[in-house]
């Protein structure tokens, strides 16, 4: 994966108004994340970890916003206004997944962001775009601490390292699963367009026709007056 | 005698209220527990929450209300979208897909995830559940009510004769005829976002000078009644449910604004442009509801009105209302929007089932409660100090006096949008610094969203004009602030000279109540800035968890729990 990584990376960047687009997905990233760790540190039963769940949402917060920000910067520069907030949805991992796998599933996200951003921090020193480069570089330090405190406490729960890698496996495995799902919803919402355009294109003629031949005359009839509820509401 | 839970949700802001006997046992907005802005989705958290502070299990709920008719709604938009062809060829399949592969089948999901027979779910028309909400927890037997919103099922406002614990249609008007769409789609147009920004925009019209009437005469045409007609082709919501507008409404005002842009209301021609678009709606939007309201006496000769629907949460035009309409009484529950559906949808489940209708509504504290140990064992691992107050009320007045923001939290937070001393954020009212750090450091509004205070109820009447009414406990009205007291009150004076006040009682919110009175005693002024305890583009605080990941994230000075204070380290 790495490898590819670093062979497109290059590419993908240089994409004229792809950078901005990418930071502000990077900030809806955090945004989700913080999300379900904020759901995660309420429904943990350990206070120790909910402490843990809750510095680590600030972080995500914080990084959030500096994604958002920095994308905003892009976009102005480029003479476009800003994406707005980092609006994000949860997916409620934490019940859905139990904690084990919900701690597996951060640390695996967590060593995945660590290994771009490294990547990516590099790339942008080595263009010269040193504000860039620092935000990738300041946001690596975190991710190495989650990276590490959610593998300490994966270990912790699991209740040893071989326990630990088989959730880690476990967690891929999902993840992997998901796209699938994601996938196929995908597909199938496409085809549920086409059809129902169908239908549409199908339909909606002679319904208008019929509409418009009656309903200018009930549009006369319903002119400057208020209309009674139906029995059925009252 | 019945347990009946009222369900709303599907489009924003869902929410579930519990009633047993005909009391109202719990009312909670999802957005509250699952920590995303004006959630829409089905609202099982909040559902399990109202059951488990009732202790009631689901199996034994009598009835389950939806706040809506599934078949109805699928009906209105079917027509409405085939009525625009070809217009709405890219809307048709998504509003397709949401209506038929979700909405459609919302009682059966109900009843399946909540585990509750189908037989015991049931609906109620959209606008019907809002006049149940607006009605029945208000102090009045006998009442007009008005319901304004976006759409139901197709009935965008409607008139009702309320008489004990019966309500009867006595007008409506239907969808694209809505002022709730109006104002949307205007909010839109002003760069904010729908169902959120709306508040944005009241705030933004004391700024500018309603100089639009003639292009909105285009608009929306108004008869003395109170109907009125929306000229529909200004409003893309018919063909494009995320514009909210359409290219003609831009011939017409010019531009839309672009979002997410700081706003320079003082050296911008172009913004004060935008503060006159505004003021120009609120102000049709305060004429319409007037016209609405006197026809409501007119038919009803009753003289308290009920309000309810997203548009009651005008509290400008509430408070034009309360002046202007000739009623004696105007009453707007805390939750009017969508979230008040699943209340009304209850109350009126319980009514048919034999119940008794509820004591009015004396606070809107009908949330979960917040538990000071589980916050004192958190806040002492995060490193926080924790001290347990003998007089927290003390305390916390002293802290404010000393010009330091308070967040503070006491007893079940609050049902609805308006932070009313449960979750809240205080500050001095009479020092302009605090209230600029505060928006600077925390809250980050636009520079033209005022701030609310909370006064001693008893004393509301020497610093608010009109106040205290059945409006003010829960923050859905404006009053001016009396010109002996609007210098010392310059953190929470609007532009117009009005403040969004909140007048508090020892029974609606008796910690708020006792941080005013100690905040009296050593200043001599009973009122305190009160905002909402939340970040901003974040639902308003729940739970403990939730105010301490607030506290680690914002430069608050201190926390209240119930009677901890808990403040950082020094460093």
């Known amino acids: ?234 | 005698m019945a347990a009946v839970l009222g369900i709303s949700g599907g489009y924003h802001d869902a929410a579930a209220a519990l009633v047993v006997d005909g009391a109202i046992v719990a009312a909670i907005q999802e957005e509250r527990l699952s920590r995303h802005k004006n959630d829409p989705r089905l609202p099982f958290r909040a559902a399990a929450a109202c059951l488990a502070h009732g202790g009631i299990p689901a199996a034994a709920l009598d009835r389950v209300v939806f706040y809506e008719q599934p078949f109805d709604k699928l009906e209105r938009v079917l027509v409405s979208s085939l009525a625009v062809f070809p217009a709405s060829l890219r809307q048709f399949p998504r509003a397709m897909g949401s209506q038929v592969g979700d909405k459609l089948w919302v009682l059966d999901e109900l009843a399946e995830r909540l585990g509750v027979a189908r037989d015991k779910v049931t609906t109620v028309a959209h606008h019907r559940a809002h006049a149940a909400s607006a009605l029945f927890p208000s102090p009045y037997e006998r009442a007009a009510v008005l319901t304004v919103d976006g759409v139901g099922e197709a009935v965008s406002t409607s008139l009702w004769r309320g008489e004990g614990t019966a309500l009867t249609p006595i007008g409506q008007l239907e969808y694209p005829h809505s002022l709730g769409l109006l104002y949307a789609g205007l909010t839109a147009y002003l760069g904010f976002e729908v169902n959120e920004g709306e508040y944005k925009v009241m705030g933004l019209a004391a700024y500018g000078t309603p100089r639009f009437r003639d292009e909105f005469a285009r608009l929306l045409r108004v008869e003395p009644d109170g109907w009125f007609a929306l000229d529909a082709s200004y409003f893309g919501r018919l063909a494009d449910a995320e514009l909210g507008f359409g290219p003609k409404l831009e011939q017409l005002l010019g531009p839309r604004r672009p979002p997410y842009q700081p706003w320079d209301l003082e050296g911008s021609e172009r913004d004060r442009r935008y503060a006159d678009i505004a003021a120009t709606l609120q102000q049709v939007t305060e004429e319409v509801m007037l016209a609405l309201a006197r026809e409501a006496q007119r038919r009803t000769g009753a003289d308290a009105l009920c309000l309810a629907g997203g548009v009651a949460l005008n509290a400008v035009a509430n408070a034009r209302l309360l002046r202007e309409s000739g009623f004696a009484h105007v009453f707007v529950q805390p939750a009017a929007g969508d979230a008040g559906g699943a209340l009304g949808a209850a109350l009126l489940g319980a009514l048919e089932l034999g119940d008794p209708r509820p004591a009015p509504l004396a606070s809107a504290a009908l949330g979960l409660a917040i538990d000071p140990s589980a916050a004192h064992a958190l806040a002492t691992e995060l490193g926080f100090v924790v001290t347990r107050a003998d007089d927290i009320a003390g305390d916390t007045a002293e802290l404010i006096a000393r010009g330091q923001i308070v967040a503070f939290c006491a007893g079940r937070f609050e049902w609805g949008p308006r932070a009313l001393g449960q979750r809240s954020i205080l500050a001095d009212a009479r020092d302009p610094d605090s209230r600029e750090r505060l928006n600077r450091a925390i809250k980050r509004r636009e520079p033209f969203r005022p701030f609310a205070p909370a006064v001693l109820a008893a004393d509301a009447a020497q610093y608010f004009v009109a106040a205290p009414n059945a409006m003010t406990p829960f923050m859905t009205t404006t009053c001016p602030i009396r010109d002996e007291h609007a210098g010392a009150l310059a953190a929470v004076r609007h532009v117009d000279g009005s403040a969004r006040v909140q007048t508090v009682t020892a029974a609606a919110a008796p910690a708020l109540h006792a941080v005013l009175g100690a905040f009296a005693e050593r200043t001599g002024v009973p009122i305190v800035l009160n905002t909402s305890f939340n970040g901003a583009g974040e639902p308003i605080i729940a739970s403990e968890v939730d105010a301490l990941a607030f506290f680690l994230g914002h430069p608050i000075d201190a926390l209240v729990v119930e009677d901890l204070l808990i403040t950082r380290a020094p460093r």
């Open chain 1, 1 to 234: 994966m790495r490898p590819l990584l670093r062979l497109v990376t290059p590419l993908v960047w240089r994409v004229p108004g792809h950078g901005a687009r990418k930071l502000f997905e990077f900030a809806r990233a955090e945004q989700g994340s913080r999300l379900d760790l904020l759901l995660a540190a309420r429904l943990t039963t350990s206070t120790t970890r909910r402490a843990a769940y809750l510095r680590h949402a600030a972080d995500e917060t914080r990084h959030a916003q500096m994604f958002a920000r920095r994308s905003t910067e892009l976009r102005t520069a480029a003479g476009s206004g800003s994406y707005g907030p980092p609006i994000a949805d949860t997916e409620d991992l934490f019940e859905r997944l139990g904690e084990l796998r919900f701690l597996a599933f951060v640390h695996r996200g967590e060593a995945r962001g660590r290994a771009q951003f490294e990547l990516y921090a590099k790339h942008f020193a080595a263009r010269g775009d040193e504000r860039t480069a620092a935000l990738f570089g300041a946001i690596l330090v975190d991710e190495q601490r989650h990276e590490s405190y959610t593998r300490a406490l994966l270990v912790e729960l699991a209740g040893s390292e071989a326990a630990a890698r088989r959730e880690l496996r476990r967690a891929t495995a999902w993840a992997a699963w998901r796209q699938w799902r994601r996938a196929g919803r995908a597909l199938a919402g496409l085809v549920f367009t086409v059809a129902m355009s169908g239908v549409y294109c199908l339909a909606a003629p002679p319904t208008t026709l019929v509409a418009y031949l009656t309903g200018r005359r009930a549009e006369r009839g319903r002119r400057r007056r208020w209309l009674q509820a139906p029995p059925a509401e009252r």
